[in-house]
């Protein structure tokens, strides 16, 4: 089995190899991608960035990591303030500028700065504040959550309060809950399969309403890997962003097939690129991610520097547990 450090590396540069593959194709549609599918990096199109240059996902993942990195533990205003950074000064950037944020973290950034709440009172609570733009920042939360040793609950408690930085809805903050557990199985062990039914163990009635399950039955009750691919949304509705990312991983071979069967769904391209790369990355590592590919990824030193930093907290919260 793979050290966590291994997994952590394929999970956080698979994550952002994902995010760069989508870039330039966010917002075209899985029917033009099926005439001119993405085989491998390019540059500009979408955005006006080169090859390899990642998005908002990334960064704001990159900014919980170095957070927790600093702190060793979860502190939402510490976080809180590393986004702004972000957005202010394009810190934990891939080209040194912003070029994507999405409208509901505008909000809660703009809210925080004008009205200064505590950090989990800054998030969306309305319906339509459910796009997946605190599920594609879960990833630290999760590795956090397996090196402390969190039961259910907690992990549950966790989630929500980091979620809730920019979306505090229960349909956001439930959809990062299932990703959080089923990295947290993968870490542990299991099979993407084996992950996959663990998820449906869950006990999630005293954590959501039964409307808000609803919407995730497809992951929770049926098999999403069964689905046809013309019933898979790619949105940046978070249930369909994660209903995409958990059908790219568990169709796909190797992390090549995963992330490419992503993207080429169209729509939310880089998100969704992402989130798969994060799963592929932790199940077949680092090593077979394309030499191409990492070639090309931009800013590479900040990554390997946050990773290797948030790693070392990671160990230190796992040995202070036991």
């Known amino acids: 089995m793979s050290s966590l450090y291994d997994m952590l590396r394929g999970a956080v540069v ?3 190899v994902g995010d760069s593959l989508g870039v330039p194709v966010e917002f075209c549609s899985r029917a033009l991608l099926g005439i001119k599918p993405v085989t491998t990096m390019r540059g500009y199109g979408s955005h006006d960035v080169p090859a390899g240059a990642w998005s ?9 990591m170095d957070s927790i990195a600093v702190k060793r533990e979860i502190d939402c205003e510490d976080m809180l303030k590393r986004f702004c950074l972000w ?14 944020i999405g409208i509901t973290t505008r909000k809660a950034l703009a809210k925080y700065a004008t009205e200064k709440p505590p950090a ?9 504040d459910n796009g997946n733009g605190s599920l594609m920042r879960m990833l630290p939360v999760a590795f956090y959550c397996y090196a402390a040793g969190l039961d259910e609950a907690a992990v549950f408690e966790t989630v929500k309060t980091v979620s809730s930085i920019t979306h505090a809805h229960e349909i956001s903050i439930t959809g990062c809950f299932i990703y959080v557990e089923y990295v947290m199985s993968l870490l542990g062990g299991k099979t993407p399969a084996e992950a996959y039914e663990a998820l449906k163990q869950l006990e999630l ?19 999403i890997a069964a689905e046809p691919v013309e019933s898979i949304n790619s949105t940046g509705f978070v249930v369909s962003t994660l209903e995409a990312a958990l059908w790219s991983f568990l169709n796909g071979s190797d992390y090549s097939s995963c992330v490419l069967g992503a993207v080429n769904l169209g729509e939310d391209t880089d998100t969704i690129g992402a989130i ?18 990492l070639d090309l990824l931009r800013n590479k030193a900040l990554i390997s520097d ?3 930093r948030f790693y070392a907290a990671l160990d230190h919260i796992s040995k202070a547990e036991k």
């Open 306 to 308: 946050i990773t290797k």
């Open 276 to 293: 798969t790369g994060s799963l592929a990355g932790i199940v077949y590592g680092y090593e077979t991610i394309s030499a191409e590919w």
């Open 14 to 16: 698979g994550f952002a």
């Open 87 to 100: 957005v202010t000064k394009g810190k934990y950037t891939a080209t040194g500028a912003i070029f994507d």
């Open 205 to 223: 009635s005293d954590k959501a309403s039964q409307e808000t399950l609803q919407k995730y039955s497809r992951i929770l009750s049926g098999d």
């Open 56 to 64: 908002d996902d990334t960064s704001m993942t990159l900014a919980e």
């Open 120 to 128: 989990h009172l800054c998030g969306g609570t309305g319906e339509m």
